[in-house]
């Protein structure tokens, strides 16, 4: 269909198709993608609604699972189901863009510095050195004293700190590719540097950059629950796997009510995991040392 | 055939800067390329032969300054080209083109074979439509003895002699005039070898195309070349049409390499000569002639005057000071073999 | 004459991601004594596995199906993987490569490399050990090898590399040596030195040479006897002057017209249509019907058998008896 036939993506997708792990951690991605696409239909109530206790005006907090509420309520009283599916959105969402940012800060420099070498790479990379030693978390503390961070403030955090891993990779994939003899010969055939960029180096390097994608995002899932549990992350009311899992912060809950943490703790392990498979499983499809 | 060589080369430097020092006498260089000068008149094949570290395929790639030169000139079609800038040469490159050793790796293994070869018509041909073009490429295909049905697969799903025949194709897409042909057909199978060499000499007749055929096997040199360059330690030791180097070969390395050839017949194996001594180093090249250090009538001269080329027949040049001597020569002729 | 090596009926059968895969059916051949067998065929033809096989250095995804491998008469296919560790490999039968960069290990000293080796298989001291390479060193030719002990690979051209593959070879005194493709990788010259050498060494060790290669040059110039390949068959066996001088089967008919020699005098060279099958689409009958001037019907539908005349065998029906032929 899409992929042409005997084409390299070809022999990969078989490839892909026949490891049985990389299949499961697809079809778990993509049903949490589906549920975080229609948690508004899927979801019992409104992630932010508060339950009153019966027939007072208490908020009916730290409920055990029922009928009404499958997973119970959390500190303030909201159904910690919803909360979990609206959750799956947030936490998707700041990972996939945060990737996006990364991915594409981090391939055009490196394929910047990477192809024309010398002063720029030079320069950049230092560059990378700077951000590679840069605390997130400080960072994210001192914006935090001053004002709430927004969701695009997360977002823009971990992407403008991971885009290093991709460019450390693009750049040494394009230094190893720029010397085969076929980027010779499209000089010799007289195509210009942005054509080779375009046409020959990065087709070529896209294999390992869709694997850096796929850790990229598991590890901006794990980033944002890290952020978020400490309370620099996404903030309430908007609900993410992360900050629902603050809650444990407390003894109390963490001992006597699992109900609040226990589900998003294990819905971000599985979410990860079935991405590391999905990643593990495209590496060994593009690159299978027969 | 018009007086004016194609290509003339005047002693061509590339050298290669190892370690950089404060003192210029002790920066280290590799002279890959040192002083060589030939030419090349239009519709005959030059063959470009020797062992390793003779620099021929770092010639190769200088002539069309995919290397840039260090020293010396070339000049193509009477114009001087070792200083035309990049924009220059990039136009130069529809009439000089360049067919790699490993036909693999010189393709792209993401692009279609119809994407391959028409990548030289992209950038030179923007007067062609892409109809126009995929049909010059289903042309160029048929024109190597390949079906047009090639064009939507890729590289790995051919043979070593048919990608050996997709980078021909491309190499002629645009009708250059000069094609350099680096070992070409070493890679082959033997079966193959001798499909793709016939194929080169219909070319040649088809298009009236010039080579510079680089290849270390004497034999398929001998077989394809009007006159044969020969090159050690970058440096040129002989050139002369293709008999003559046979018949008479001048330089004791162009004897002793052929020599060294099997002659492919059980009954001659004990005429196979040996040539003692390893090839140098080309960081340590010998001071003088680069072959005295493995020369066997080598005399003391030869560690320290490097010769020049001089005539030595017709259209015959050696650089060996044996020859440049005629009275030496003369008393010499019987210890030659 | 002794035979050394015989090999009878082997097949090797490789399990790739496209299904399995003979990539040599019912070869046989020997080696005598002090002779030297040249296995000459081009890519896919089986040779290189052939050698492999031998010295049961089959990857992991092959394995034997088939035949039975003498060494001085003892079935090695027989023995245990120790045994043959221990008494066979590097013992009885030595094997040189053809990039003996890679097949030297990069960091030890080429000094090291070649002790080990002498320990691994005769009970010396390690002084005696160096004493063995250094002679040993000083026999493949190589100058100052005082020096070379300490040396390591890469610091060693080509040639000089090859030459210590083929000390760490000689050192254990084997009956049989094989070499594949030797001399591929290295320069016409350098090429020359080496098979001198290997004769020399022939003589002066009484080891006999299976030598693999694609180049019917070198054959001629070093072979006693020849085992053409193609397709992971033996279509052609025989002593090197009938090969060269009365050549059989078509295809070493083609292969030998095929070579640029240096006294050619045609401006066309005779090639053989099509290209070499691939290992999975070998066709039928006789594997190589389709490129063969002579093929008839029964080559594509039967296999040939092999037919003898002397000591030369050639698997084709041009051959088949008519009264009086022996046939295998």
């Keep these: ?290 | ?337 | 004459m002794k035979t050394i090596l015989e090999v009878r009926d082997l097949s090797v059968q490789f399990r790739t991601e496209e299904g399995s895969f003979h990539a040599i059916e019912h070869v046989s051949f020997s080696v005598e004594e002090q002779k030297t067998l040249a296995i000459v065929g081009e890519s896919g033809s089986g040779k290189s596995v052939t050698s492999l096989a031998i010295m049961q250095l089959i990857a992991e995804n092959g394995k034997i199906t088939d035949g039975e491998i003498f060494i001085e008469g003892q079935d090695i296919l027989k023995l245990t993987r120790k045994e043959v560790q221990q008494s066979i490999l590097g013992k009885k039968i030595s094997m040189i490569f053809q990039e003996p960069m890679t097949a030297l290990n990069p960091v030890i000293k080429i000094g090291d490399q070649i002790t080990e080796s002498i320990l691994e298989h005769q009970q010396v001291s390690k002084k005696e050990a160096r004493q063995i390479a250094l002679d040993t060193l000083k026999q493949v030719g190589i100058p100052s090898p005082e020096e070379r002990i300490k040396q390591y690979p890469h610091q060693l051209s080509g040639g000089m590399r090859q030459r210590v593959m083929i000390a760490m070879g000689l050192v254990t005194r084997p009956k049989i040596m094989i070499a594949d493709e030797p001399t591929t990788a290295l320069d016409v010259t350098i090429e020359a030195q080496i098979l001198n050498l290997l004769e020399e060494l022939k003589k002066k060790f009484k080891t006999s040479i299976l030598f693999v290669t694609h180049d019917l040059n070198i054959v001629a110039d070093i072979a006693d006897d020849v085992l053409v390949m193609y397709c992971g068959e033996v279509i052609e066996k025989g002593p090197v002057a009938d090969i060269f001088e009365s050549p059989k089967h078509p295809y070493t008919k083609g292969l030998l017209a095929t070579m640029p020699s240096l006294d050619q005098t045609k401006s066309v060279l005779p090639t053989i249509k099509g290209s070499v099958p691939n290992i999975s689409k070998r066709p039928s009958g006789c594997h190589f019907h389709p490129r063969c001037e002579y093929a008839t019907e029964r080559c594509r539908k039967e296999k040939p058998k092999t037919y003898v005349e002397g000591a030369h065998h050639v698997q084709c029906f041009l051959y088949a008896p008519k009264e009086g032929t022996k046939h295998a």
């Design chain 2, 1 to 337: 055939m018009p007086d004016t060589p194609l290509l003339v080369v005047e002693n061509l430097n590339k050298h290669f800067l190892l370690h950089k020092s404060m003192k210029k006498e002790h920066a280290v260089y590799v002279k890959a390329v040192n002083n060589v000068s030939f030419t090349v008149n239009e519709g005959e094949t030059l063959g470009i032969v020797g062992e390793s570290g003779c620099g021929k395929s770092t010639l190769g790639r200088t002539l069309l300054r995919l290397l840039e030169p260090t020293g010396g000139e070339v000049y193509f079609e009477g114009k001087r080209i070792s200083d035309y800038t990049t924009n220059e040469m990039r136009s130069l490159r529809e009439r000089m083109q360049y067919i790699f050793q490993d036909p693999y790796s010189s393709m792209n293994p993401k692009m279609t074979i119809r994407d391959i070869v028409s990548e030289p018509l992209e950038n030179f041909r923007k007067d062609m439509s892409s109809e126009q073009r995929e049909e010059r490429v289903a042309e160029l295909l048929e024109l190597v003895g390949l079906s047009r049905e090639a064009m939507t697969r890729y590289p790995h799903e051919f043979s070593g002699g048919q990608r050996q025949r997709i980078v021909i194709a491309r190499g002629i897409a645009l009708n250059p005039r000069l094609l350099i042909c680096d070992e070409s057909v070493s890679a082959l199978d033997v079966s193959v070898q001798a499909q793709i060499i016939n194929l080169l000499q219909e070319l040649k007749q088809k298009l009236s195309l010039t080579y510079l055929f680089i290849s270390h096997d004497l034999r398929v040199v001998k077989f394809i070349s009007d006159r044969i360059m020969v090159l050690y330690l970058g440096e040129v030791m002989e050139i002369a049409p293709s008999s003559t180097l046979f018949a008479d070969p001048k330089h004791p390395y162009t004897r002793s390499l052929i020599g060294s050839i099997s002659k492919g017949d059980p009954r001659h194996r004990d005429e196979r000569k040996i040539l003692e001594g390893e090839i140098p180093n080309p960081m340590n090249a010998p001071k003088g002639c680069p072959f005295s250090s493995r020369c066997p009538v080598a005399f003391e001269r030869c560690h320290i005057e490097n010769p020049t080329l001089r005539t030595v027949g017709k259209d015959h040049v050696a650089a060996c000071l044996l020859l440049s001597q005629p009275m030496q020569s003369d008393t010499k002729t019987g210890e030659n073999e």
């Design chain 1, 1 to 290: 269909m899409l992929i042409k036939k005997n084409s390299f993506y070809d022999y990969a997708y078989r490839r892909f198709r026949r490891n049985k792990l990389a299949v499961i951690g697809t079809f778990i991605t993509l049903a949490f993608i589906v549920v975080a696409l229609l948690a508004p239909i899927l979801s019992p109530y409104e992630p932010s609604e508060f339950f009153f206790m019966e027939g007072q005006n208490l908020y009916n907090k730290y409920d055990t699972p029922s009928l009404q509420h499958l997973l119970g309520t959390d500190s303030l009283g909201r159904d910690v189901f919803s909360r979990l599916l609206y959750g799956a959105r947030v936490t998707m969402m700041v990972a996939l863009s945060a990737v996006s940012i990364s991915t594409i800060i981090g391939t055009i420099i490196g394929l910047v510095t990477g192809y024309f070498g010398r002063f720029i790479d030079a320069f950049f990379m230092r560059i990378v050195d700077i951000v590679i030693s840069f605390p997130v978390l400080f960072l994210l503390i001192s914006i935090s004293t001053i004002m709430d961070p927004s969701i695009w403030i997360v977002i823009l955090a971990i992407g403008l700190v991971s885009w290093t891993s991709t460019a450390r990779l693009v750049r040494g994939e394009v230094l190893r590719v720029k010397e085969l003899d076929y980027i010779v010969a499209a000089n010799a055939c007289g195509s210009s540097s942005l054509k080779i960029i375009i046409k020959h180096i990065l087709p070529n390097i896209l294999a390992p950059i869709m694997v850096q994608v796929t850790i990229g995002t598991a590890q901006a899932i794990l980033m944002e629950a890290s952020l978020s549990f400490l309370g620099v992350g996404v903030q309430q009311p908007t609900p993410s796997w992360g900050n629902m899992l603050m809650d444990a912060q407390k003894l109390l809950v963490l001992r006597d009510m699992p109900w609040i943490w226990i589900p998003p703790g294990v819905v971000t392990l599985l979410l990860v995991l079935a991405i590391y498979f999905v990643g593990d499983g495209l590496r060994d499809a593009f690159d299978p040392k027969q």
